[in-house]
């Protein structure tokens, strides 16, 4: 069962780029493929399929292990497989980064939240880098991590930021737990569990707790001219860019600047500040396990009043059980309550 597509670089980002593109001197053509091409992949998604398996070490079913694709700037993915499970590292340093973002992430959700790979039954992680021709983008296709170059003008090599992989992967762990549909507060959830998930993979791999996290998603992709913006702001939904290339952070940070039915990039700065308040007093593992359990027992269309009390209810039985702190379902009602939703 395929889940929804979701594009790290949202459409309304994306779109303001291709119309602003040529006035600001910037790669219009680039600009322009990406946005057809990710138009394209919406529509041929049902059909793709692995094209390509001749592997140099070939995954072991049912271990998690990694494979990465050089797809050689082809907008078609499972080109050549260059780096297996366990494989020396190779001369690219975008293939080593896949490998290890994905690495990264399974890991994290291994030794932190106790599930095997993306589907809990160490499904194989395919990784695909230099897809496209200057493609401003990455995405998880159901199947496997698609990772564009970027222009070098806007955006950089999407491998760059471990951010990239473990918000796509995570959409896969949602799509086999609560399945949460891609439409408004459900969209948003799913939106806001991959923010909340990769923002924890950052912190896993620089082995850093909330207080010293900056709470960005993205910043690593920015290119050059960028430096210094972020895609989005998990701390303050709504301040991470303010430019002409990229147009103004349109997302909420509470429930008085919901948009009803809204992109779910927008709505789910709501949760993941919700996420972020509880991680700050909680820690962000202990706020992960809660979250992770609340996402276990969400379903398609629940909405935000149903993650608020699950991760309440969550809470209460992992302090219980002594997992996290006692005091754990209160800072978690008054996260939830801080951003508008009780
Ligand atoms: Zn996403």
Known sequence: ??????????????????RNARQLGLDAEAAQRTAVA???IRQQRQTSGLTSMEALTAPRPGRGDRQIFDDQQQFETGGTVVRGEGDSPVAAANANAAYDGLGATREFFREVLGRDSIDNAGMTLLGDVNYGDKYDNAFWDGSRMVFGNGDDQIFQDFTRD??????ELTHGVTQHTAG???TDQSGAMNEAFSDIFAACVDQFVQKADAGEHNWLIGEEVMAAPMYGEAIRS???PGTAYDNPVLGKDPQAAHMAQY???GDPHVNSGIINRAFYLSAIDLGSYPAARIFYAALQNLWPTAVFTDC?????EQARILARDGKVSRNAPQTVRAAFR?????
């Not at 069962?1 to 291709?18: E, K, L, Q, T």
């Not at 471990?162 to 918000?167: N, Y």
């Not at 801080?338 to 009780?342: F, M, N, R, S």
Request: glycine share 4%; net charge negative; hydrophobic share 50%.
């Open 1 to 18: 069962m395929p889940g929804p597509i979701c594009f790290y670089i949202p459409s309304h980002i994306i779109d303001h780029i291709a």
């Open 38 to 40: 990710s138009a394209a």
């Open 162 to 167: 471990v951010d990239v992989c473990a918000h």
């Open 180 to 182: 949460l549909l891609y």
């Open 234 to 236: 998990m701390a303050h």
């Open 259 to 261: 948009v009803p039915n």
């Open 308 to 312: 608020a009390y699950l991760c309440a």
């Open 338 to 342: 801080e951003v508008g939703i009780e």
